[in-house]
């Protein structure tokens, strides 16, 4: 045992005494020390019991995924304001056992650690009825949220809040007394409250006498805990932030050509300079904070305060996952985490590049003055300083002589790297790195992230993880060479969504010509897909439904800008918010707006069957749709003209490309060359507005894929998929095809509404007429036929071709007649 090192005053000399328990009853040291601790250990708690309730909801899956994620990852990720600590703490005792009566534990800690820190100022304080005060009101307290939650199904305590034993001993309870229960609850308090009190008599009342009635002063023993719920609604989103296309780190454009640099430190130790006497710095890659992330300002759903229902009377926020609410998120140790060695790049293999590219430049009489690389994933950034006098075009035209000396494929020079006064030259390593996608769905820029629709797209060279919003892109155009990486990336794209967004927020629409490569998404139908009403399966393939679902999408998208008319909104957002707040009434035709992501592999295929059939709703959704949440998502093998042709390019800003076969596909996508030098595997370049970046992509194996479909395929789901609007081939130019023999028995009705407000909209006969949105469509289309309102003209309203109901009425006689013959 380790020996004391203070000493006692005695008459007899010093003796050192052994550390024992004895000595912590007598030491008021230890006792000082052991009450700051406990101090310490409930306002700890505090904060983490507060932030439990706020995101908890979100910590729970990492909590339980803990052992497969390892405690550094899961420490990263976690949302609670103390750590994983807290997170771990308040899973168990808020969430498995006492619920919101955990908060009084804190009160008896808190008092005794001021008792043993202050031993002379609470002499009269007593820990012991502290403990068993603390002890009554969480039993107490816990027996009667239980019991009211057995009576209440519906009631607002939700199961995280209320605790396990609560709700077993409600259970029990309820078994054993029934409505007994309150009684003995009442009784028991009564007489907690006599003995905690001190309580020896009760006051009196006489009609003739009126006696003072006596009673000893009270300890201050009973505490009294002011609890403010704060209710989060939100699941496990693993929900939201902005990818800002000017925001990319340090990028700066020219000749098309983007490169991405850090400040980095240099490390001590360098490769020897050998023969070629050039300074030679080698810059590790850092992990930082990508400034390419950007904190979403807006208030999410989750944030809003409690809304003014259309009565005038706060009501709770419409919550659009109770739905689904026993909807489980997928966990991340469905995925694989490719756990390697971390091959980085030797000292000799970047001395001999330097040496080839240093005896390359010499060759041609080009003199180097400074040489530094930064290792990344997959290719390691030379940047080079050339003397004074030399020219960049004559560097830059030395990309294929630079690449036979190294023996390598995939050089890429960036001539000159933007505000350093240097020439980059990326140059693919011999031992690449796997960037597993479970370890970017686990960091903290997607956990915690603000974002719409993120999606992840990988490492950049100096190992920052790249994380996108796709409602800011607002489109996605993706090209690549068979087995280039194009339908993992894809998979990737998908993966993110779903581990982000409740099914109630996010639906996809999936075509896939080839049928195999977004097979396993089926499983998803009940949960993520949408389709028309008419299709069997979820996955379309056939080219004929692929343009009805894009005249669909159309569809939809005009009756979601009717829909953002009438409540006064730009976009989804702020309709969706307006919707949550219980602003809008769905009466009158309203509803929340999820997400719409169509995603089409294979775009080349489609487009060679049907042409314009295909790219003139393609082109409407690409310019209109971003506000009203339908976002595109398009793949191609060979980005040609014929395929990516001017309408539909100009609408797609931001585009990535795998490697390609020839430098003309490089510039039809990319509007520069360089993809046709990347090596495979993932390796692509990233172009936002002109300015391009090298990335590498997660890999995301079909395994993978079919476990986490599996997964959610496996829970309760949606009745259906949802149903888009249906598309009628026939009445999309001729609407002589309509049957006015046979037109829908409110016709008259919705004629003279249409007349009255002159307004020849679709979500005006909804509304008015509380009828669904496919019937309503199909009287617009009769009233155009009989001439009472003009053609459709896109998000505008119909022109209103009667002005008076004089003229109305000539026109639904003439009808009858007609009906009558």
């Known amino acids: 045992m380790a020996k004391n090192n203070y ?4 008459d007899t000399p010093v003796e050192k ?13 230890i006792k000082i020390v052991i009450g700051f601790f406990l101090q310490g250990a409930a306002v700890f708690l505090a904060f983490a019991f507060l932030s439990y309730f706020v995101h908890g909801d979100r910590d729970q899956h990492i909590i339980e995924s803990v052992e497969s994620l390892g405690i550094k990852k899961s420490g990263v990720a976690i949302r609670n304001w103390v750590g994983f600590v807290g997170a771990f703490v308040s899973y168990y005792f808020v969430y498995l056992w006492w619920g919101v009566t955990a908060f009084l534990f804190l009160p008896c800690l808190f008092l005794m650690g001021i008792k043993m820190v202050t031993k002379k100022i609470w002499s009269e304080f007593s820990s012991l009825k502290v403990i068993i005060a603390s002890i009554f009101l969480i039993l107490w307290c816990n027996i009667l949220l239980g019991y009211l939650h057995t009576l209440y199904a519906n009631n607002q305590l939700r199961t995280n809040q209320l605790g396990g034993v609560a709700y077993e001993l409600g259970t029990l309870f309820k078994g054993l007394l029934g409505y007994g229960t309150f009684l003995l609850l009442f009784v028991s308090l009564v007489a907690f409250s006599v003995v905690c009190f001190n309580i020896t008599s009760l006051p009196t009342i006489s009609f003739f006498t009126r006696k003072k009635t006596e009673r000893k002063e009270a300890k201050p023993s009973c505490l009294d805990v002011d609890y403010k719920e704060d209710n989060d609604g939100e699941a496990l989103d693993l929900d939201n932030a902005i990818f800002d296309n000017p925001a990319l780190p340090n990028k700066k454009k020219t000749n098309n050509i983007t490169t991405v640099t850090d400040p980095i430190t240099a490390v001590e130790e360098s490769p020897p300079k050998d023969k070629y006497d050039v300074d030679f710095e080698v810059v590790p890659s850092v992990k930082k904070t990508d400034p390419a992330v950007v904190t979403n300002k807006a208030t999410t759903i989750s944030d809003t305060p409690p809304p003014i229902c259309l009565n005038g009377i706060r009501s709770e926020n419409y919550d659009p996952t109770l739905d689904l609410s026993s909807y489980k998120y997928p966990t991340l140790d469905l995925l694989e985490p490719y756990e390697q060695e971390k091959q980085s790049v030797t000292q000799e293999e970047l001395g001999l590049n330097k040496n080839n590219i240093v005896q390359t430049l010499n060759n041609f009489k080009i003199n180097i003055a400074k040489i530094k690389a930064t290792i990344g994933p997959t290719v390691t950034l030379y940047e080079i300083v050339p003397e004074a006098g030399v020219k960049i075009s004559k560097i830059k035209n030395l990309e294929d002589d630079i690449a036979l000396n190294l023996a390598a494929l995939g050089i890429r020079i960036i001539a000159p790297i933007p505000g350093k006064g240097t020439i980059g030259i990326e140059v693919p390593n011999k031992n690449r790195e796997i960037v597993p996608l479970r370890e970017m769905l686990a960091s903290e820029k997607f956990l915690k992230g603000k974002m719409d629709l993120p999606v992840v797209l990988g490492k950049s060279i100096s190992n920052e993880m790249l994380i996108a919003d796709l409602a800011r892109m607002p489109h996605l155009l993706i090209a690549g060479a068979t087995g280039q990486g194009k339908s993992v990336g894809l998979n990737v794209l998908l993966t993110s969504l779903i581990y982000k967004k409740h099914p109630s927020q996010l639906k996809l629409v999936l075509v896939d010509p080839k049928k195999v490569e977004l097979s396993l998404y089926n499983r998803l139908e009940n949960h993520f897909l949408a389709k028309l009403p008419i299709s069997d399966e979820a996955i379309i393939t056939e080219t004929k439904k692929v343009v009805h679902t894009l005249n669909s999408l159309c569809i939809e998208m ?3 800008y009717e829909l953002l008319k009438e409540a006064g909104t730009r976009n989804i957002k702020e309709y969706n918010e307006k919707f949550v707040k219980r602003v809008l ?26 042409g314009k059939e295909i790219e003139v709703p393609i082109a409407r959704l690409a310019q209109l749709a971003r506000a009203i949440g339908i976002h595109l998502v398009l793949a191609t093998q060979r980005p040609s003209v014929n395929v990516i042709t001017g309408i539909i390019k100009a609408n797609f800003p931001v585009r990535i490309s795998y490697k390609v076969s020839s430098r003309i596909d490089s510039r039809t996508i990319l509007d520069a060359s360089g993809a046709e030098q990347l090596v495979g595997n993932g390796d692509m370049l990233l172009s936002i507005n002109s300015d391009i970046m090298r990335l590498q992509a997660p890999f995301l194996d079909t395994e993978e894929v079919e476990r986490v479909c599996s997964y959610i395929g496996s829970q309760k789901g949606y ?27 409110l016709f008259e009705e919705a004629a003279r509404l249409i007349v009255l407000h002159q307004q020849g909209s679709t979500s005006l006969i909804q509304r008015k007429l509380k009828l669904g949105y496919n019937r309503s469509g199909r009287l617009i289309d009769q009233l155009e036929a009989a001439g009472i309102v003009g053609p459709f003209e896109g998000s505008k309203a119909r022109e209103v071709l009667v002005t008076d109901e004089v003229a109305l009425n000539e026109i639904l006689n003439g009808l009858m007649r007609k009906n009558k013959t």
């Open 7 to 10: 000493k006692v005053q005695r």
């Open 17 to 29: 005494r052994r550390l024992s328990f004895k000595i912590f009853t007598l030491d008021q040291r």
């Open 558 to 560: 005009d009756h979601r």
């Open 585 to 610: 009434n769905p009466q009158e035709g309203h509803r929340f707006l999820p997400y719409i992501v169509l995603v089409i592999d294979e775009f080349a295929d489609m487009m060679m069957t049907a």
């Open 719 to 745: 009745q259906s998929a949802y149903m888009l609007p249906t598309y009628d081939e026939e009445d999309k130019d001729d609407t002589a095809s309509v049957d006015l023999q046979d037109v829908d028995p």
